[in-house]
Structure formats: C-alpha cells, structure tokens
C-alpha cells in the first residue's frame, strides 16, 4: 500500500532541473508533498486531489496522473535550499481522514 | 505560533525498558497523528486521534505500544517493554481538519534500543 518514490537519491548542480515520482498501485485520492531537511521536521509542500486541484506553495510544481495513479514533483532551477529528502504521501480514499501512506522518500542534494 | 514540538528529540534505552514519547500539537489542531520511520524506510502510520478520541489506530505495530490524549491536547506514545525493532523515528504531526489540508510535523523522536 505505501506508495514507491523514484529515484532514490539525485545530485544536482544549483540551477539544473529533476523530477520525482510517486507511484502507487492503488487508486488515489490525494497526493501530499513534504520535504525533510536533516534533523527537521517535514515541511509541507503540496496537496495534489483528484480532479486537479492543488494546494500549496507557488515555487513548487508537480503532477497527478489519475490514469497511472503517479505524482511528479518537479524542482526547476533548483537552489541550495533544495537540498532534503523528498516524502510523497498519498491518501487512497476521501474518507481516510489524512491518513497518509509514505514513500522510502527520494534524498536530493544541491551542490554549487 | 508555536509548532508542533516533541519530546524527547533522541532517546536510547535498553530491550525491556518503557519509554513515553510526547508531542504538543498546534494549539486547536483536533487531529493529531503519529507516524514512524524505521532503518530509513517508509514512514509508516501508527494512528489517528481526533480530540481525546482514537479515529484510527490501525498501525499500530503490537499491545506493546499505548497511545493517548488527555483531554485532547498533547499526546503520548508508551512502549513498553521495548523491543529492538522498535529503533526509529517516530514523528507526529496535527491538522486543523483531517484529509485535504496541511498537516504540520513535529522534528521527532529518535528512539534507540539496545
């Protein structure tokens, strides 16, 4: 049930681009984003729902393919700030009063 | 605004021994969870109050571990007696209202049993 993250890990150089999925085998009714920093708590990012709506903050982009149950989240022109590990948590159905399913999460470094 | 705070941040005890985690959520935050990662795994869901009330404690890993909310404000997760599996973080998190909307994170407990 709980949701794959890929990739693993990715290094960036400041300025480049990547993306990270978040798979799941069930059908989805939301995704949420955080984002982990060593040490810190995870700090929300975005909720995607099905149907297209999405909460969040404007610097970040990602995607909800309903038909392949996946979400992206895209890091364009990635900063230093970047740098943490990326959760993805998915809710399976509207009902599940936030119960999220986490991803392994993807570690992302951001080097000069 | 205070954050959802945690306490302790680390902790290491010994196999049999009892350790009583606390997080204060968001002052108003009704919906409180519980979650842990383990050996940089999943974080996976233990459970779900709403109030003073368990919405869902479905995670919940054995009767080794005892979750509760006085008069639905901060909460507190007792393990007893500690396993060594029992090793990870173990984070919690509040909303305002459950489902579609921002979930805050405490910094959370790392739990060490040796």
């Known amino acids: 049930q709980q949701p794959v993250q890929s990739p693993q890990a990715v290094i960036l150089r400041e300025g480049e681009d990547a993306v990270i999925n978040c798979s799941s085998s069930?059908?989805?009714?939301?995704v949420h984003w955080y984002r982990q920093k060593h040490g810190e708590a995870p700090v929300f990012l975005m909720i995607?729902?099905?149907?297209?709506e999405q909460k969040g903050h404007e610097k970040i982009s990602a995607s909800f393919n309903e038909k392949k149950q996946q979400s992206s989240l895209y890091l364009t022109a990635s900063q230093l700030s970047y740098s943490g590990t990326y959760f993805c948590g998915t809710e399976i159905i509207p009902d599940s009063w936030g119960k999220l399913q986490f991803g392994a999460g993807t570690q992302v470094v951001v080097t000069p | 605004e205070a954050g959802v705070t945690q306490f302790p941040s680390h902790s290491v005890i010994e196999k049999g021994q009892t350790v009583t985690l606390r997080c204060d959520p968001i002052s108003g935050h009704d919906n409180l969870y519980w979650y842990r990662r383990v050996m940089g795994k999943e974080i996976k869901f233990l459970l779900h109050f709403v109030k003073e009330s368990k919405q869902d404690e479905s995670g919940m890993p054995n009767n080794r571990f005892l979750a509760e909310r006085t008069g639905g404000t901060y909460s507190t997760l007792k393990v007893q007696p500690a396993e060594l599996e029992d090793s990870g973080v173990y984070f919690c998190a509040s909303s305002l209202l459950p489902g579609d909307t921002e979930a805050f994170f405490g910094q959370g407990t790392r739990l060490t049993v040796v």
């Open positions: 995607l729902l099905k149907g297209g």
């Open positions: 069930k059908a989805l009714y939301s």
